[in-house]
């Protein structure tokens, strides 16, 4: 066993870590900025134009992010009887490299349209696309969070 137990949940599954966690989040950042901007009622348009000044880009992340919540909210619906999720989720690490790869690309997109003027909302995306990305593909753990187990 390469990890601790507490690591596993009840069906032997190994748990996401905390920076995958993470990922998902910031990869997921276009729901969460939806749902606070529909929470709030007088601030939400004013919210949405901040942060999202195009209203395409918002709603290409919307979508681009959508797989990545899915993940997340079937990640922990796995178990041995459930096959054809546990292929499903297989696939996860694969869904949350593309969709890293689509958000920088859509992240340089609007680089070009801005002329590449510095701004820090652009530089902090990149960079955390940047390190997920590295995270994925150097993290032992985070491959393996996506094996199931052998289960006969």
Same mark, same amino acid.
């Given at each position: 066993m390469?990890?601790?137990?507490?690591?596993?949940?009840?069906?032997?599954?190994?748990?996401?870590?905390?920076w995958?966690?993470?990922?998902?989040?910031f990869?997921a950042?276009?729901w969460?900025v939806?749902?606070?901007?529909?929470?709030?009622r007088?601030?939400g348009?004013?919210? !949405?134009?901040?942060?999202?000044p195009?209203n *395409?880009?918002?709603?290409?992340g919307?979508? %681009?992010? =959508?797989?990545?919540?899915? &993940?997340?909210?079937?990640?922990s619906?796995?178990t041995?009887?459930?096959?054809?999720l546990?292929?499903?989720v297989?696939?996860?690490?694969?869904?949350?490299?593309?969709?890293?790869v689509?958000?920088?690309m859509?992240?340089l997109?609007h !680089?070009?349209?801005?002329?590449?003027?510095f *701004?820090?909302?652009?530089a902090?995306?990149? %960079?955390? =696309?940047i390190?997920?990305? &590295?995270?994925?593909?150097?993290?032992?753990?985070?491959?393996?969070?996506?094996?199931?187990p052998?289960?006969?």
């Amino acid at each position: 066993m390469r990890y601790a137990i507490e690591e596993y949940d009840k069906n032997g599954f190994l748990k996401p870590c905390f920076w995958l966690w993470l990922g998902w989040l910031f990869l997921a950042k276009a729901w969460i900025v939806f749902i606070i901007a529909s929470a709030s009622r007088d601030l939400g348009a004013r919210l !949405l134009s901040i942060i999202y000044p195009v209203n *395409n880009t918002l709603y290409l992340g919307l979508a %681009l992010s =959508l797989p990545v919540v899915i &993940l997340v909210w079937s990640i922990s619906l796995r178990t041995p009887e459930r096959q054809w999720l546990n292929k499903i989720v297989a696939l996860g690490r694969g869904y949350t490299i593309f969709v890293a790869v689509a958000q920088f690309m859509v992240t340089l997109y609007h !680089l070009t349209q801005t002329r590449w003027m510095f *701004n820090w909302s652009d530089a902090l995306t990149m %960079l955390g =696309l940047i390190w997920l990305l &590295l995270f994925l593909f150097q993290s032992q753990r985070a491959k393996d969070t996506f094996i199931a187990p052998n289960v006969t």
